[in-house]
């Protein structure tokens, strides 16, 4: 389909269907962000937008927004404008956008109330994202009533609809006992899910039940492998695990350099960590390697 093409099928429908949606705001899309795009290319991808929500397309709707809302020169209002639009034509995207706009004030003023209930909207449409955010919107008590039983449903929810994040969290609430009955069987379950997911948090606990043998039979190796997988999303406690491996040579050989290499990763990508206390294990094997030369 040329852009030329795409223009003359948006003048002629009332609205498009799904096939031509599709094509029409992927080609506005590769022109906007393509690698080698021009300003006159974005322009015309702009206008190819332009022309899909004449014809009352949602995705071209939800795409404005995201434009305006994302692009260099940001025009939050004009972002709110095309979400809203999106969002009474049924697109869950836009309305989990104008929760996150209600929520941290972009191109509005905070309002909790209205954030809730565009969260809710998304939820109630299938976002697993949005799922997930109210999971922890009731799970905390964040600007709702706090509802643990309310949370765990949003949970599940959003784990069954594929949200990495959310079968992590799931899981961990399986390994705890934590509002659902303890089980490793479980736990494990969607552990793996999450860690087919690409979440490195998952991959790292995965790689801890490899190492302690907790609902799988124990594989240091494998433990080891996961880890790795996970520090190379710069996972700051699969880093400490590594750390803690090449130090006491478990899983692989002893390595007191390769320990404190990993030991300086986790400090520099740590989030929750302290670093003060990795900092001490660096200096006690900087002293450990002294005392053998």
Known sequence: MTYEEAIEICKNSKRLTEQQSKKINRLADNLIYGK????EDKERGVRLYLAAAEANDAHAEYNLGYYYGNGNQKD??????????????????????????????????????????????AAQKGDSLAQYTLYNRYYEGDCVRKNRPLAMRWLKKAAEGGEAKAQYDLSWHYRKGDCVEQSDELEIFWLRKAVAGGDDYAINALGYNYWKGIGVEQDVEKAVTLYRKAARKKNEHAALNLALCYRDGVGVEKNLKESIRWFRLAQRWCIDLDPLEIQDEIDALKKELKEQQ
């Open 76 to 121: 939050y209002e004009r972002s709110i404008e095309w979400y809203l639009r999106a969002a009474k034509h049924g697109d869950a995207w836009a309305m989990n956008n104008l929760s996150y706009a209600y929520h941290h004030g972009k191109g509005v003023e905070v309002n909790e109330v209205t954030a809730i209930f565009w969260l809710k909207k």
């Open 36 to 39: 080698r795009c021009t300003d």
